[in-house]
């Protein structure tokens, strides 16, 4: 979601952290860039959870880390074409964007411990002491919050919701599943179904 002409804002973000730019605000900058009103609409939409509610909790949180740039902006921070490098460039902080966006294939934590240049050992340890869980966990707990919404939200069939999210076939997606939530795919679609009407 970033524009053609601007760096991806987490690249923004990083130059400015290393810059030491602040980021505790006062009241005045505080409501200048109406956090309170961002916090209080996405605290809504995820107790609500209707449909698109985390595109929405995302739009949300894009105008305000855009607001924060333009808070900046105005005391003399300048984009520069370094932050344009780190574009393409995952370390630990960032890497959960990648398996993000990269949900839909087959992600191995080997192959994640090397788009952030680690060994798998020191890789699985730092992930784990920053996410305060393993990172094969973290994926699957992605990947079930993902079959929840493809659930509630749409009438795809389980095996193309598996194919969709990277699991090997329809029964490992509804094992998976089942062993996180105690239902089955098509118990979960009936619950849901019924709460939502």
Same mark, same amino acid.
């Given at each position: 979601m970033t524009s053609?002409?601007?760096p991806k804002l987490r690249s923004i973000f990083r130059f400015a952290e290393k810059r030491k730019l602040?980021?505790?605000?006062?009241? %005045?900058? !505080?409501?200048? /860039?109406?956090?309170?009103?961002?916090?209080?609409?996405c605290i809504e939409e995820s107790q609500k959870q209707k449909y698109s509610y985390d595109v929405l909790i995302q739009t949300e949180l894009?105008?305000?880390?855009?607001?924060?740039?333009r808070l900046w902006q105005k005391e003399g921070f300048v984009i520069e074409n370094e932050m344009y490098e780190e574009d393409q460039k995952?370390?630990?902080? %960032?890497? !959960?964007?990648? /398996?993000?966006?990269?949900?839909?294939?087959?992600l191995l934590v080997t192959d994640i411990a090397a788009k952030c240049k680690m060994s798998y050992s020191y890789f699985a340890k730092n992930f784990y002491l920053l996410y305060q869980e393993s990172c094969k966990?973290?994926?699957?707990?992605i990947r079930i919050h993902k079959v929840k919404d493809y659930l509630t939200f749409t009438n795809f069939?389980?095996?193309?919701?598996?194919?969709?999210?990277?699991f090997s076939d329809s029964s490992h997606m509804i094992k998976t599943f089942k062993r996180a939530t105690g239902l089955t795919p098509g118990e979960y679609r009936?619950?849901?179904g019924s709460h939502m009407s």
């Open positions: 053609a002409y601007s602040h980021t505790i605000f006062n009241t %005045t900058q !505080t409501n200048t /860039i109406k956090a309170k009103d961002i916090f209080l609409y894009y105008k305000l880390l855009i607001e924060i740039i995952y370390d630990i902080y %960032t890497i !959960t964007e990648y /398996i993000d966006e990269n949900m839909t294939s087959n966990s973290y994926i699957e707990k069939d389980i095996t193309y919701i598996s194919q969709e999210l990277g009936k619950k849901r």
